[in-house]
T-cell receptor
Framework: AQSVTQLDSHVSVSEGTPVLLRCNYS??????LFWYVQHPNKGLQLLLKYTSAATLVKGINGFEAEFKKSETSFHLTKPSAHMSDAAEYFC?????????FGAGTILRVKS | EAQVTQNPRYLITVTGKKLTVTCSQNMNHEYMSWYRQDPGLGLRQIYYSMNVEVTDKGDVPEGYKVSRKEKRNFPLILESPSPNQTSLYFC????????????FGPGTRLLVL
């Protein structure tokens, strides 16, 4: 069975500094991987999706993620954090069409 | 506007009082599913439906029922709610199960006293 581990439950950065949210996955075959974002009291929004076309995936709002098969990682990055990035982020792996969610990482952005 | 809607958005109820949370999508999607979100656990799938009249259990189906009589609607039924079902519930849909990008509703926050 597929699984996802988000290595940090909380990340705090200053506005304008880089963001790194870490995700490791386990999969018995080539996975599809996603990052979703959930702003307070809102639903989930797809940030980006990896489906084996390219290892570096660009998403919305300046986020990107790199698929590293050798490290079984799919870390999410952004060069410069904005206050509006404060939210909870979920790394997700697809198990034959069923989404398996990580526990989430809450990103705090300090002014 | 393409969307998934859920009602109600907030609900407080008492143990044992049957309730239904509705979910509707206007994108002609075949695949629909229900998740619950609990702190530190991410989202866990309750039930899913591949198409009309086709439903199956997810990871945490105990205490829930679903039905899929029409393509656009996928209600979640709690026959006898208990406090451990206090949670945030999300409905999601996608074109098919193999089309993995799912579209999520806004969520229903349920408190069972």
């Amino acid at each position: 069975a597929q699984s996802v581990t988000q290595l940090d439950s909380h990340v705090s950065v200053s506005e304008g500094t880089p963001v790194l949210l870490r995700c490791n996955y386990s999969s018995s075959y080539s996975p599809s991987l996603f990052w979703y974002v959930q702003h307070p009291n809102k639903g989930l929004q797809l940030l980006l999706k990896y489906t084996s076309a390219a290892t570096l995936v660009k998403g919305i709002n300046g986020f990107e993620a790199e698929f590293k098969k050798s490290e079984t990682s799919f870390h999410l990055t952004k060069p410069s954090a904005h206050m509006s990035d404060a939210a909870e982020y979920f790394c997700v792996v697809s198990d034959r069409g069923k989404l398996v969610f990580g526990a989430g990482t809450i990103l705090r952005v300090k002014s | 506007e393409a969307q998934v809607t859920q009602n109600p958005r907030y609900l407080i109820t008492v143990t044992g009082k049957k309730l239904t949370v509705t979910c509707s999508q206007n994108m002609n999607h075949e695949y629909m599913s229900w998740y619950r979100q609990d702190p530190g656990l991410g989202l866990r799938q309750i039930y899913y439906s591949m198409n009309v009249e086709v439903t199956d259990k997810g990871d945490v189906p105990e205490g829930y029922k679903v039905s899929r009589k029409e393509k656009r609607n996928f209600p979640l039924i709690l026959e006898s709610p208990s406090p451990n079902q206090t949670s945030l519930y999300f409905c999601a849909s996608s074109l098919s199960r193999s089309q993995e990008t799912q579209y999520f509703g806004p969520g229903t926050r349920l408190l069972v006293l």
